[in-house]
């Protein structure tokens, strides 16, 4: 469906603008149009004109300057400089492990703390004094004669009698001083513990000899066999002691059972034990 205002098509379409646009384009054509009524309109083109090329030239530098800056701003930097790397050192590993916590760390300092409370609340009897005549583990200690007394009055029972015994012979090898605590000893006297350190210290000297073990002394103890060139010396003397004398002298394999129960238990043995060695040698009289 179409309108007046619609344009007419092919020749229509000539004829249409002939009828309609005839007559002013015909005045154009020869120079008498309405553009050319003053003689300033010449001017005022040509100055519309100068600033429209003005207006199209900056366009055009305004373009390049946008496309070369578009251009060096995409335009990747090669001079790189990475960021600052951390090192994972001590510090950083304080941190974690105050944070977080290290159960080995930890395991291991409550470890060394326990050593050390032990090692401060011990008591001078967990720490013997260095070992000097080379006997190591098998030395006699404080704890493993219960009863000096005991132990004295059988060693010096014996040795007052005639015939060969382990008594006898310890007293033979033992010097004066040591014979005269043995001496006190055996008769019910209290040792303090400067004498009681002697005493032990001369016993463990006669465990560093080799010619503690005598045929007439020990063979009947036990089936006692003589010394073996393979066991240590100071280990078969303390044998021979142990054997002579079972109630007396705690076994140096027992020592690791030697709790406070035990010593107890040891300690009531020893009074019995001496309580039998008098009837033996101190007979009631009539």
Not at 166 to 192: F, S, W, Y
Not at 236 to 249: A, H, V
Request: with cysteine.
């Amino acid at each position: 469906m179409s309108t007046e205002n619609d344009v007419p098509l092919g020749e229509g379409s000539r004829r249409y603008y002939e009828e309609q646009f005839g007559d002013r384009i015909r005045k154009v054509s020869k120079g008498g149009g309405p553009g050319r009524r003053s003689g300033s309109s010449g001017s005022n083109w040509n100055g519309r004109a100068g600033i429209g090329i003005a207006v199209g030239v900056i366009v055009v530098i305004l373009r390049i300057v946008l496309a070369v800056s578009r251009t060096s701003s995409s335009t990747p930097s090669y001079n790189y400089t990475p960021p600052p790397q951390v090192r994972f050192d001590e510090d950083w590993q304080k941190k974690l492990d105050k944070r977080f916590g290290n159960p080995e760390k930890d395991n291991e300092e409550k470890r060394i703390n326990e050593l050390l409370q032990q090692i401060l609340e011990a008591k001078p009897a967990d720490n013997p004094p260095p070992d000097l005549n080379g006997l190591g583990e098998n030395g006699l200690r404080d704890e493993e004669v219960p009863l000096p007394q005991g132990l004295c009055y059988r060693i010096h029972q014996e040795s007052l009698r005639a015939i060969p015994s382990p008594g006898k012979r310890i007293c033979q090898l033992l010097d004066d001083d040591a014979r005269k605590l043995i001496t006190k000893a055996a008769e019910g006297k209290e040792l303090n513990e400067d004498e009681k350190d002697e005493l032990l210290e001369s016993l463990n000297d006669l465990l560093a000899r080799k010619d503690l073990y005598e045929v007439a002394a020990f063979g009947k103890v036990m089936q006692v066999a003589p010394h073996a060139a393979n066991m240590p010396i100071g280990l078969y003397n303390r044998q021979l002691l142990e054997k002579s004398y079972p109630k007396q002298i705690v076994p140096v394999r027992e020592r690791a059972l030697l709790n406070e129960p035990a010593r107890r238990r040891w300690l009531d043995g020893a009074r019995v034990d001496l309580a039998t060695a008098r009837l033996v040698y101190e007979p009631p009289k009539r």
